[in-house]
């Protein structure tokens, strides 16, 4: 289960279930964190959403 965040040009992936950086084009250490904390506070909603959008097989 992946996400991406992308901005300006810049991108980022992270697995979801151990929240994890997959990887990054772009964004600077310190974004990069907010981002993950980011993920890491939401990781529930966004496993749901991952969940209602692609089912559970995926």
Do not use: C, T
Request: charged share 20%; no cysteine; glycine share 6%.
């Amino acid at each position: 289960m992946l996400i991406f965040v992308d901005r300006e040009g810049f991108s980022a992936k992270f697995w979801l279930n151990p929240v994890q950086l997959a990887r990054n084009v772009g964004f600077v250490a310190h974004e990069l964190r907010n981002i993950e904390r980011l993920v890491l506070n939401n990781q529930p909603i966004l496993l749901e959403a991952w969940h209602g959008y692609f089912g559970d097989e995926r």
